[in-house]
């Protein structure tokens, strides 16, 4: 027999928990120790027990849940926290995820979701994958300047390592006017060249202690290079190379580029897990994305692997997402609301946005959209498409200038 992984289940709803328990039977080595209808009762059997995964829901009395979460994770080192909720609003989902949860379900819950969920957990306590190693490489990408990919890559890094705790670096590969140290008010001792020209000496070590570390949290910082000479030298192959060592060390890695499709940027794009692909909403930068997709066609990306962001976003614009997705064939992952004055209040400070106004709107967006690529959080189709009245057909524009 193999090791079973003790696992509790605490859910209020009797129908709910019983079809957990019924997609549990259906999961190999998966021991159901006890089952619960309150997470207060739960606690006290947690504790003594000490199982290896605890499933709650956290829909009714939210914050005593997520204040017992806290409790048992900082008890239960090893044991690890599945999060389920009715409430998938960034807020409760940032909370749960700082409270010590592992993975945030979306009620009703979706078998496949929930089975990919338990066992990916499972495989992190039966030491089948190193929970140290694991690594999902983020770069931001726009094929022109001044759109704020790097504010987002910045804030983006900031809130995934305030959020998981994990390691987090944040990479500046856009090696002629790299702005990220400036962004984060860091005069760093080391960049990008040194890294790459020492990588036959490099280990965690020496990795932690060359790049840049923020603050008293999980994030580190490569810069660019000082010079453009230094910048010069550096290969696609060193930039490879250099990706690869970082994913044996980081959790998580977001790379700021170039707004140009040179041989290094696109370098970075193909070792990267998914690709940010920044844009506000006017004509230019729209078919500027008609050209990106046609070239990551061409590259042979997945199209899962591209998330189009809509940075500066107003819903009073003429032009709306819904019609960039139309044109683009391809959907809007993420918008970011225009916040002009909070965003160059912070660039001149020199601080992320959550550390200059941390209840504005862009401060909860760049929160959710890190909550929504972390690891920990499974966004379900349960979210109905919005609905509106079109203000015009994007799609004829674009096709009476392609006539013209």
Same mark, same amino acid.
């Given at each position: 027999?193999?090791?079973?992984?003790?696992?509790?289940?605490?859910?209020?709803?009797?129908?709910?928990?019983?079809?957990?328990?019924?997609?549990?039977?259906?999961?190999?080595?998966?021991?159901?120790?006890?089952?619960?209808?309150?997470?207060?009762?739960?606690? =006290?059997?947690?504790?003594?027990?000490?199982? =290896?995964?605890?499933?709650?829901?956290?829909?009714?009395?939210?914050?005593?849940?997520?204040?017992?979460?806290?409790?048992?994770? =900082?008890?239960?080192?090893?044991?690890?926290?599945?999060?389920?909720?009715?409430?998938?609003?960034?807020e409760i989902v940032i909370k749960a995820l700082r409270a010590g949860a592992r993975e945030?379900?979306? $009620?009703?819950?979706?078998?496949?979701?929930?089975?990919?969920?338990?066992? $990916?957990?499972?495989?992190? %306590?039966?030491?089948?994958?190193?929970?140290?190693?694991?690594?999902?490489?983020?770069?931001?990408?726009?094929?022109?300047?001044?759109?704020?990919?790097?504010?987002?890559?910045?804030?983006?890094?900031?809130?995934?390592?305030?959020?998981?705790?994990?390691?987090?670096?944040?990479?500046?590969?856009?090696?002629?006017?790299?702005?990220?140290?400036?962004?984060?008010?860091?005069?760093?001792?080391?960049?990008?060249?040194?890294?790459?020209?020492?990588?036959?000496?490099i280990d965690e070590g020496f990795l932690l202690s060359t790049l840049e570390k923020y603050?008293?949290?999980?994030?580190?910082?490569?810069?660019?290079?000082?010079?453009?000479?230094?910048?010069?030298?550096?290969?696609?192959?060193?930039?490879?190379?250099?990706?690869?060592?970082?994913?044996?060390?980081?959790?998580?890695?977001?790379?700021?580029?170039?707004?140009?499709?040179?041989?290094?940027?696109?370098?970075?794009?193909?070792?990267?897990?998914?690709?940010?692909?920044?844009?506000?909403?006017?004509?230019?930068?729209?078919?500027?994305?008609?050209?990106?997709?046609?070239?990551?066609?061409?590259?042979?990306?997945?199209?899962?692997?591209?998330?189009?962001?809509?940075?500066?976003?107003?819903?009073?614009?003429?032009? $709306?997402?819904?019609?960039?997705?139309?044109?683009?064939?391809?959907?809007?992952?993420?918008k970011i609301p225009n916040n002009y004055f909070t965003i160059i209040n912070s660039i001149?400070?020199?601080?992320?946005?959550?550390?200059?106004?941390?209840?504005?709107? %862009?401060?909860?967006?760049?929160?959710?959209?890190?909550?929504?690529?972390?690891?920990?959080?499974?966004?379900? =189709?349960?979210?109905?498409?919005?609905?509106?009245?079109?203000?015009?057909?994007?799609?004829?524009?674009?096709?009476?200038?392609?006539?013209?």
């Amino acid at each position: 027999m193999g090791i079973k992984i003790d696992t509790v289940v605490i859910d209020p709803e009797n129908n709910s928990r019983e079809l957990i328990l019924n997609y549990l039977a259906q999961i190999e080595d998966i021991n159901v120790t006890q089952e619960f209808n309150d997470v207060l009762t739960a606690m =006290n059997f947690i504790t003594e027990s000490r199982p =290896n995964l605890i499933i709650v829901d956290i829909s009714q009395k939210t914050q005593m849940a997520l204040d017992i979460i806290v409790k048992i994770s =900082n008890t239960l080192k090893n044991s690890k926290i599945i999060v389920l909720s009715y409430d998938m609003s960034p807020e409760i989902v940032i909370k749960a995820l700082r409270a010590g949860a592992r993975e945030f379900l979306i $009620k009703p819950l979706i078998e496949a979701d929930f089975i990919v969920a338990v066992e $990916k957990l499972k495989d992190l %306590i039966l030491g089948n994958i190193n929970d140290t190693t694991k690594c999902k490489v983020i770069t931001a990408f726009s094929n022109k300047g001044g759109i704020g990919k790097t504010a987002i890559a910045t804030n983006l890094a900031v809130e995934l390592a305030n959020m998981t705790k994990e390691r987090v670096a944040l990479v500046d590969l856009n090696m002629q006017m790299g702005d990220v140290t400036t962004f984060l008010d860091l005069n760093p001792s080391f960049d990008t060249s040194y890294v790459i020209n020492n990588l036959e000496r490099i280990d965690e070590g020496f990795l932690l202690s060359t790049l840049e570390k923020y603050n008293n949290s999980s994030l580190y910082v490569l810069a660019d290079p000082p010079d453009l000479e230094q910048a010069e030298v550096i290969t696609s192959e060193n930039i490879t190379t250099l990706i690869n060592i970082l994913r044996n060390v980081f959790s998580y890695i977001i790379i700021d580029t170039t707004a140009s499709f040179d041989g290094k940027t696109i370098t970075a794009l193909d070792n990267s897990d998914l690709v940010l692909l920044i844009t506000p909403i006017n004509l230019p930068s729209v078919r500027n994305c008609q050209r990106c997709f046609d070239l990551f066609k061409r590259l042979g990306y997945a199209k899962d692997k591209i998330k189009i962001i809509v940075n500066r976003y107003m819903e009073n614009d003429e032009i $709306k997402a819904e019609d960039v997705e139309e044109v683009l064939g391809h959907p809007v992952y993420f918008k970011i609301p225009n916040n002009y004055f909070t965003i160059i209040n912070s660039i001149n400070k020199g601080l992320p946005v959550c550390e200059i106004n941390p209840h504005s709107n %862009i401060a909860k967006s760049f929160r959710e959209l890190a909550a929504l690529l972390s690891d920990n959080f499974t966004y379900s =189709n349960t979210v109905k498409p919005q609905t509106r009245e079109k203000a015009f057909n994007l799609l004829d524009i674009f096709k009476k200038k392609e006539e013209n």
